[in-house]
């Protein structure tokens, strides 16, 4: 008898507690999922958008040729063709992150190559000009252009983000932050 109030005491005391987190889990998911919304919300707001004047005021001559009019650097002259430092790659009209080094890698193509690009950092745009057919690789943030992406990548991702080294700045790893 003893034992059988004893239990009915502990699911007395249990449900409740046990109901409360509930409560409290599913109101903590919910503002999770509408904090994932709003960041989403930002992030579209957050785009970049300049006049060309101010894209002419901001960026050098050659910059400007690259990044707003789609220009290409002559090969193997780009100052982050051969460079292999730790840290990341920033977009040089915006400074939004674009690549981590560690993606990085030698294709000998002439300019430098990534076989993969930072979450949501670039967009694809299919690019018919030149005669060839190409997929352009742009900021997402700021529209300018980055360079084109090919199916000729190493592993895991068998892609080259071939990218113009004026398109880019870079972030040594300890100033990350
Ligand atoms: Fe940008």
Partial sequence: MSNNYSNLMRIIILVPIILFTLIILNGQSGKNKHAISNSNQNKVLKKVKRTESEWKRILSPEEYKILREKGTERAF???????????????????GTLFNSETKYRSGCGWPAFYDAIEESVEETEDNSLGMNRIEITCSKCDSHLGHVFNDGPDPTGLRYCINSVSMDFKPKDNKK
């Fill in 77 to 95: 002259t780009g100052k982050y063709d051969g460079h292999f430092e730790d840290g990341v790659y920033t977009c040089a009209g915006c400074g």
